[in-house]
């Protein structure tokens, strides 16, 4: 696309855009008055104003069936998590069984290395990427040491190449290889929350397997971002949560996908509880454990209707869009103008004022850049924050800006970038 430095030609793209209209199914936080130029939505994705109906009319549930609602209504709760799996299966790109929605994304995380990461003398390693999000990185290392082993042993990460930002797909292959006899588990999320790089979940995938080992993703910054393959691309597992660019509110509900080969595998283990139990047998409480046949037979615990609610407001506008290729081509179309700008203001500058870490393909990247403040980092983000421009701050000196396309407009990112070059001259 032929970008232009003009609010007339941020104007004339959000006219032409076919889903300019979603904006307005959310709530905009506002600042002096006026629209924020909300830039966070991989952080909380932003309230869809369908969202409290959905809640309410659970409320209601509760109020007027109590314990019935269960069994009657017209959406009854023993059944509401599978009238998501449609929307999910379709966002990760999974058969319906292959998904389900529980607890929150690092319990399942735990959850799904009880089954996928079971370690013996021989096998025991766990690849990762460097710099993976904390959580994930305690949630490792905790499995391992509950499995007796030392971390340091154990967690092979992998770091760019000197003077590089990102990871090559080679090297982490590579490592795989190398590490092939004694590797037990690959976990990459599927895009790196600080970098923003997107990675090759078929290869890294692929590698594993050639490996002996299992293949799992953490897609916390790639579901409802980019598209997704996971029953093609045959990972083993994957978990991801709702509340980022799903826009299911704070806290809200996580999902999973296990692929449909291992369902029937008896000698994986599983923290068990009733909710996982196949459903037509379930009340008969009988003692033990027969597993639902699908990513269903790994719920543990009985169904959070109301986050489940919220969730399933956020999928309805999901529906409507319909085909997450086309989020894809304004996501990628938003974010190229984001760095197109930033660029600009590098050229102006004459000097890289912002570094992108972010990759600069947009095939290995989301909605969103990070972006090095090479001076006054700290200030320049207060800056942006007292004018309304809402991004996150990650530490030493990145600013991390997600233009999100079911809310975001070519107007908000260029005022944003307008507000960038702006805060280089106020806070010398
Ligand atoms: C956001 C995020 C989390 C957060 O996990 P919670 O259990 O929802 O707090 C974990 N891992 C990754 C990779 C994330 O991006």
């Known amino acids: 696309m032929d970008y232009q430095n003009t609010l007339a030609f941020a104007v004339a793209q959000d006219e032409q855009d076919v889903l300019k209209d979603f904006r307005n199914r959310f709530f905009i936080p506002k600042h002096n008055g006026e629209d924020a130029i909300y830039l966070c939505g991989n952080s909380l994705g932003l309230q869809p104003k369908s969202s409290a109906q959905y809640l309410a009319d659970q409320m209601k549930n509760w109020e007027s069936l109590a314990v019935e609602g269960w069994f009657q209504g017209d959406d009854p709760w023993l059944e509401y998590h599978k009238s998501l799996s449609t929307s999910i299966a379709r966002i990760v790109g999974a058969n319906k069984n292959e998904v389900s929605v529980m607890n929150s994304l690092t319990v399942n995380l735990h959850l799904l290395?009880?089954?996928?990461?079971?370690?013996?003398?021989?096998?025991?390693?766990?690849?990762?990427?460097?710099?993976?999000?904390?959580?994930?990185?305690?949630?490792?290392?905790?499995?391992?040491?509950?499995?007796?082993?030392?971390?340091?042993?154990?967690?092979?990460?992998?770091?760019?190449?000197?003077?590089?930002?990102?990871?090559?797909?080679?090297?982490?292959?590579?490592?795989?290889?190398?590490?092939?006899?004694?590797?037990?588990?690959?976990?990459?999320?599927?895009?790196?929350y600080y970098t923003g790089q997107f990675f090759d979940i078929q290869a890294i995938t692929i590698?594993?397997?050639?490996?002996?080992?299992?293949?799992?993703?953490?897609?916390?910054?790639?579901?409802?971002?980019?598209?997704?393959?996971?029953?093609?691309?045959?990972?083993?597992?994957?978990?991801?949560?709702?509340?980022?660019?799903?826009?299911?509110?704070?806290?809200?509900?996580?999902?999973?996908?296990?692929?449909?080969?291992?369902?029937?595998?008896?000698?994986?283990?599983?923290?068990?509880?009733?909710?996982?139990?196949?459903?037509?047998?379930?009340?008969?409480?009988?003692?033990?454990?027969?597993?639902?046949?699908?990513?269903?037979?790994?719920?543990?615990?009985?169904?959070?209707?109301?986050?489940?609610?919220?969730?399933?407001?956020?999928?309805?506008?999901?529906?409507?869009?319909?085909?997450?290729?086309?989020?894809?081509?304004?996501?990628?179309?938003?974010?190229?103008?984001?760095?197109?700008?930033?660029?600009?203001?590098?050229?102006?500058?004459?000097e890289e004022v912002f570094r992108i870490i972010t990759p600069a393909n947009p095939a290995i990247r989301g909605s969103q850049l990070s972006i090095v403040c090479t001076q006054n980092a700290k200030a320049i983000f207060k800056y942006l924050a007292e004018n309304g421009v809402i991004g996150d701050w990650r530490e030493p000196d990145v600013i991390r800006l997600s233009p999100v396309p079911l809310y975001n407009s070519f107007k908000d990112v260029y005022k944003a970038a307008k507000h960038l070059s702006d805060a280089l001259d106020a806070v010398k």
């Not at 490792?140 to 770091?159: A, C, L, N, R, T």
């Open 113 to 192: 290395m009880v089954s996928f990461y079971k370690p013996n003398s021989k096998r025991f390693k766990v690849i990762m990427e460097g710099g993976a999000f904390p959580s994930d990185q305690y949630a490792v290392e905790s499995q391992v040491k509950f499995h007796g082993f030392d971390p340091k042993d154990v967690v092979i990460e992998i770091f760019p190449r000197e003077r590089e930002l990102t990871l090559r797909t080679e090297d982490i292959l590579k490592t795989i290889e190398t590490h092939a006899d004694e590797l037990a588990l690959v976990l990459f999320s599927g895009i790196n």
């Open 207 to 350: 590698a594993a397997h050639q490996a002996g080992a299992y293949a799992g993703f953490d897609l916390a910054h790639a579901a409802g971002n980019v598209p997704l393959h996971l029953h093609e691309w045959d990972a083993d597992f994957a978990c991801w949560c709702s509340y980022k660019y799903m826009n299911s509110g704070p806290g809200g509900i996580s999902g999973i996908f296990v692929h449909e080969k291992h369902f029937t595998d008896s000698a994986m283990n599983r923290f068990a509880g009733w909710w996982g139990y196949r459903a037509d047998k379930r009340f008969l409480m009988a003692p033990g454990f027969d597993p639902a046949l699908g990513a269903d037979g790994w719920q543990v615990s009985t169904s959070p209707i109301l986050l489940l609610a919220l969730f399933k407001a956020s999928m309805a506008i999901f529906d409507e869009v319909g085909n997450i290729g086309m989020l894809r081509e304004k996501g990628v179309a938003l974010t190229g103008y984001l760095e197109f700008l930033i660029n600009e203001i590098n050229k102006t500058k004459g």
